[in-house]
């Protein structure tokens, strides 16, 4: 059935409050119309009567013309003012329901599993309710006449004749004496004046009249004036076929008319005007118009200007009401009273009474749309009520004073117009004689639908609330509307009010028993809510994890973790058994399987919902189409499918973990290896690269805890598992293999009590190559319901577009799972024999043992430490058998101890800088370059030398000395990779390998002490004197020290014996030892030395276009050993050499990355050497006096001696063809970035007392000048020493004598003896070259007055380097000095 659409919320209260006619016929016209299936004349003219185009300008109360479009008209055939029994609330539960019946209860078009469509927020309410449209629309059409209000009142009185009659005009004069007439001029408002309008009708089934009609229609209009017209109908005799287009339109007229004025009265299949043409419904049409234009406007306009003059003095001002009240209050009884009592006791006006009158002035206004004048009058009769106490008469004035104020366009406060509304309703419903429940519910349906119209929303809420809680159905469709207000508010919708007051609208149509209502309602709350917390989430990071609910939005999950779960609970218990009471079982387990998901609910609530659940499953088992509890325990495929879903337990997927050969020690993975010294990394994708070998175990790790503040159980927890076979095994195996691809355990029974969360492993093995996929979880929930849990992994936040970091978007889930490669390696690794204590500096053996398990030979296998200087690493061995194991370990050892030690040896030393992080057991040996190991510029490298391949089955046995290399606890982790293939050449620029990670736990104890100073040689300023201070922190620990060896470029370090040093140096528990050293400089060849290499590689990294890629030149090594016991050891053996080495080389690239962070740590080995030429690196070997007999060692590398070699500055000078040029800003900001950071670190790490030449004074030979005299002469060699290695001096040297004094330095140490004793002779002043690392020797003189010991040295020596115009880089040192002693040089005059 078509339903009506308004435009406009004020075209339906213009209908409601529109003039009615009263239509009388006479027999003959009850038989024309009922030939078109209408009932009465009534009923064929009221299709006609709605939006008459009268197109006429009238005159308001005030005497201004306005326009009048269109007007409504609505035809009765009775009129009678009778008492109306109130409402019961059965009554208006009927009327509702009737009104549900026809209407779609399931469709929710504002809301989906996303939240609301916005969309269908544009359209109106009562497409989201039809039930509402239908029912206020039937309420309207049931209002009856009251004497408080004209508006159900005939203006006129239709007399209907038929031209057939054989004397119409005495047929109409029968009709105005009808007792419905009689009924209107005594109970109606018009009362006398009541406007008779006559229709004189021809039926065309009588053809013989059609010749006299219009003689007869003149008789008619001299009897009865212009009020009358002539109409023709049932032109239609030939019967044209119902099913043409022509008969079906006209039908729909009434059809359409009856579907509005009576929504609910069934009229399915009814044909209306079978007798009527086009040219009868276009008569029918302008006789209506005819009556309105002609005859009701005219006759309410003329009733208002009457009307207006008679009640002018009462609408001018207080005059009339003193008037009244005076008359009320002194005047005599002699004056009847306008007040009557009507039919249902409440107090009304005499309708000949000036508040009567007014009320009709007011209520014709109102229906010919003058609202603002209604307006006024309203008021002031409402005035003249109010002091009458006629509360209803009071109360329909408020009424429409606001309906007025809302007519109107201007939008108007809400104080302006809700205060009327609701003293209307408070009055109907409680100052009145008998509560007027009707006229109550009337007013809050008109109130509503303006507010609609204005878009007021935000009041509407309040309005429907008044509807009175004891009218059932009617209460529920008004919180219901409400709810629905709320969603219409113009900044957003209010998700959570809505969600409330459908919550109340649920629970009153339960009690009306409209199950279907409360059934929407409810959902409408579970999507709502969803929509809500969805909406205060979405600023989150972490995508939340999709669980299947009902809704398919995870609604349930959302609810069941806000403060909104016990609101869902009662949700979803109310609907599961909403559906179990219609037998919907599918819906209701999904409904009570909700209740399963919040930890929020009391126990015992969620004790009895679980109950509820089992119980429900085994009465409906038979109707959920599941199959037996042992074929879905066995995993099938397909399993989800067949159980259902529950969200307990909850299962994390992102906390599940697939652990390839859980029985091995290590964690698992598939690594990107690089060379260079990182740790092997997962892949570039992001992406867990899961694979295993064919035959091999993998354990499933699930987390899996209860949301339930009660215990539960699982029984036969397994996986459901999909598994595609690679190609070239089912070429293999073939199609009629029977054997299973994989297999899985299954745990028997879960026990997980209230909040407790628990580990669950599943382990799975495969027996052939393919693709292993994890769809899920299966299990018997209590040991009754099967249950599905699905397992993917949540995507992850995409942010490459703008759209993307704007609006929160992920990637698609992904399932669990992993690949079986039957060329995969599985490589066992065992550690054997690391400990968990050390001594700080001792060593301790320590195996790993790896064995390939897998079918193919292992082309690669590689080594990662974290921490280089704990661990060295000896060349593996294959081995076949335990006993062969152990006859290796007892093979090899570390230190190599020799009864021949030389004091002083040389060794040429690869110096360049190389990752000392990674080890190659198998394959082909690699440098950190990706360069092949081997010899280098005809230098051996001491690298370990790996294995070809490990084939199936072999084992490799690594020895390992692990050594304390730091005092405190260290977590050290390791890594081996292996592959199939040849992977070490690509490890430049990565390659993947299942890699296998460890970490060791290691705590470090002191043992000794070790500490480096550094004095100045007065004798030789060259040479410096070295101190060991040595100590033994131990407690109750004796420690001997085996030897001291020195490695350095430039030095020879010479122990300094005196008569008590014993030759076997032991330090007691808490002693000091100290030894003492002196260093010699050797010659060296100053153009090869690692600082030039690294001066010139920092100037091409700083300003050339290329970056270096040289490496250093081999250096020359000088070892000075001294034997401290009984043997000494061979420090250059090829094992501890290579441990040293790679200890210096990472003791190094960390001092590099902290001093240089601009400098990417690639570069290090193309910039910067192993050694430098004056560093001195120190190792000190000792081993434990009996106890456990422990032995090891301490080291101190880079120690500075205090001579000037700071380089680097050197490198910061652009080269001579100039600096390559910087085209961005931006790349010349960070070049001098880079200069001005080297420059702070090379400033910081300067010397103050570093002095480039120094000068010495020796005496050689002393002798009188002659016998008799006691002047003495002193022959001393004065030696100029140059402590650099790039640059020549020209100095002047200038000896001062005490008389001189003045003008030597300030900075002269005060000397013992006599000042005046003794002065040079000869020359003074020499003028002298040095070359780098040189020395000049120069003689001079000194005269002394008398024997003794004096303080000579008084000097000043200027000097400047022979290429000085270097010196033009603003970070360069000054190139010219002048120097002064810095100490006394004594010398003993004796003959």
Known sequence: MPRPTLAQKRDFVAKAFCPRALVLSTPAIADACAVNNCSTFADLLAPFGQDVSTQITIQDGQGAPYFLDKLNIKFTTDFKIEKRSTHSRTEIDDLVHTSVLDSDQTNVPFLTEHGVDPSALSSDTSVWAPWYTLFRQQWMTTMQPSEHESFMHPVACVLVASGSEDDPVGALRTLQAHAAVNRVQTQGFSGANVLFYYVLVHDGRDPGVLQTIDHTFDQVRRAFGQNSSLLKINSNTDLIDADTSEQSKISSIWANTLSTTQPLDPHPDSVFGSMLNMRDVTALRDTVKQMMVRGIVPHMQYMIRVLSDQTANQRRGITGRLFSAGRRYFGTA?????????????????????????????????????????????????????????????????????????????????????????DAVTMYLHKTHAPCQHLAIRCIIIYYELLKHHKLYSFAPTTL???????????????????????????????????????????????????????????????????????????????????????????????????????????????????????????????????????????????????????????????????????????????????????????????????????????????????????????????????????????????????????????????????????????????????????????????????????????????????????????????????????????????????????????????????????????????????????????????????????????????????????????????????????????????????????????????????????VLAGPAIASDGSAAGTECGVKSHALIPVETLGPGESLLVPVWIRGDRVGAHTLSMAIGASTTQSTRALTTGCKMRTRKFEIDLVVTPSLRVNAFVRPS?????????????????????????????????????????????????????????????????????????????????????????????????????????????????????????????????????????????????????????????????????????????????????????????????????????????????????????IQSIANRSAASAHRTERTLDVALRLTGVRRVSEADALCVADIEVSVYNHSWQHAYNATLRLISPSESGQASETKPESSGPQAAWTWCGVTTHTLSVDPLGSVCVQAQVACSALGIIDVGMWELSATAVNATAATSPYAKSLECKLHPLHPSFINVTI
């Open 334 to 422: 002699a004056k009847a009273s306008n007040t009557l009592t009507g039919v249902d006791g409440d107090t009304y006006f005499r309708y000949d009474s000036a508040e009567a009158q007014m009320r009709k002035l007011a209520d014709y206004s109102f229906m010919l749309k003058d609202f603002r004048f209604a307006q006024s009058v309203y008021q002031v009769a409402r005035r003249d009520f109010q002091s009458e106490k006629a509360w209803k008469c009071y109360a329909g004035a408020q009424e429409m004073v606001g309906v007025c104020k809302l007519m109107l366009e201007v939008h108007a406060t809400r104080a302006e117009f809700d205060s009327n509304f609701e």
């Open 1018 to 1234: 007065v004798q030789n300023p060259h040479e410096r004197i070295l101190g060991i201070e040595i100590e033994n922190v131990q407690s109750g620990l004796d420690i001997q020290l085996v030897q001291s060896t020195f490695t350095s470029g430039h030095y020879e370090l010479l122990p300094l014996r005196t008569g008590t040093t014993p030759r076997v140096v032991q330090i007691g528990s808490k002693q000091t030892v100290n030894l003492m050293y002196k260093a010699r400089p050797r010659a060296r060849d100053v153009q090869a030395q690692p600082e030039q290499f690294t001066i010139s590689a920092l100037q091409q990294y700083i300003f050339a276009k290329d970056k270096p890629t040289a490496v250093p030149a081999p250096i020359r090594l000088v070892h000075s050993n001294a034997v401290l016991g009984h043997q000494g050891i061979d420090s250059t053996h090829s094992s501890l050499q290579a441990y040293i080495a790679r200890s210096q080389a990472h003791r190094r690239r960390t001092m590099l990355r902290n001093a240089y962070p601009l400098i990417p740590e690639k570069f290090h080995s193309a910039l910067f050497p192993l050694y430098e030429t004056f560093g001195i690196d120190f190792v000190l070997f000792w081993s434990e006096t009996g106890g456990k007999g422990r032995t090891g060692h301490h080291s101190i590398t880079g120690i500075d001696l205090g001579v000037p070699h700071d380089y680097i500055n050197e490198a910061l000078t652009p080269p001579a063809s100039g600096a390559a040029r910087m085209w961005l800003k931006d790349t010349e900001h960070d070049r001098q970035e880079l």
């Open 465 to 919: 609330l008044r509807v009175p809680n004891s009218s059932g159905a009617l209460r529920a469709m008004a919180c219901e509307q409400a709810a629905y207000a709320f969603l219409k508010f113009p900044n957003r919708p209010e998700l959570r009010k809505f969600s409330f007051y459908a919550m109340l609208a649920a629970q009153e149509y339960q009690r009306a028993g409209i199950a279907s209502l409360a059934h929407r309602c409810l959902r409408m709350v579970r999507l709502s809510l969803g929509a809500t917390l969805a909406t205060d989430e979405s600023e989150s990071s972490e995508k939340p994890v999709n669980d299947k609910s009902l809704d398919g939005s995870g609604t349930s999950r959302a609810l069941a973790s806000s403060n909104w779960s016990s609101i869902d609970s009662y949700i979803n218990h109310e609907l599961g058994t909403q559906c179990m009471a219609a037998q919907d079982y599918d819906h209701a387990l999904q409904y009570f399987m909700a209740l399963m998901g919040s930890d929020q609910i009391p126990p015992k609530l969620q004790s009895k919902y679980l109950q509820e659940l089992l119980q429900l499953y085994l009465e409906s088992s038979d109707k959920l189409d599941l199959e037996s509890e042992k074929e879905l325990a066995a995993g099938l495929d397909g399993a989800q499918n067949k159980r259902v879903e529950l969200s307990v337990p909850t299962i994390d997927a992102r906390m599940t973990r697939v652990i390839m050969s859980p029985d091995l020690e290590g964690e698992d993975g598939v690594l990107e290896w690089r060379n260079g010294g990182p740790a092997p990394s997962a892949l570039v994708n992001g992406s867990a690269d899961h694979r295993c070998s064919v035959g091999e175990s993998v354990a499933v790790l699930l987390v899996v805890k209860n949301p339930l503040t009660i215990g539960i159980t699982l029984n036969g927890f397994t996986l459901d598992c999909h598994f595609d076979a690679a190609l070239d095994a089912k070429a293999t195996n073939g199609d009629e293999s029977e054997s299973p691809a994989f297999a899985i355990t299954t745990v028997d029974t879960v026990v997980l009590e209230g909040g407790q969360t628990s580990m669950v492993t599943v382990t799975i093995t495969t027996h052939c190559a393919g693709r292993l996929t994890i769809r899920g979880a299966t299990y018997l929930l209590c040991d009754i319901l099967p249950t599905y849990k699905t397992l993917k992994m949540p995507g992850k936040r995409l942010n490459d577009t703008m759209e993307q970091r704007v609006t929160p978007t992920y990637s698609a889930d992904t399932q669990l799972g992993f690949q079986v490669d039957a060329s995969f390696p599985r490589l066992e690794a065992v550690l054997e024999d690391f400990p968990d204590t050390l001594m700080s500096g001792s060593m301790q053996r320590a195996l790993i043992r790896l064995t390939n398990r897998t079918q193919q030979s292992c082309q690669s296998i590689m080594l990662w430490l974290s921490h280089p200087s704990f661990f060295d690493v000896a060349s593996p061995q294959l081995v076949d058998t335990d006993e062969a194991s152990a006859e290796l370990a007892e093979s090899q050892s570390m230190y190599v101890y020799s009864d021949n030690v030389e004091a002083t040896s040389e060794v040429l030393a690869a110096n360049v800088l190389r990752d000392c992080s990674m080890f």
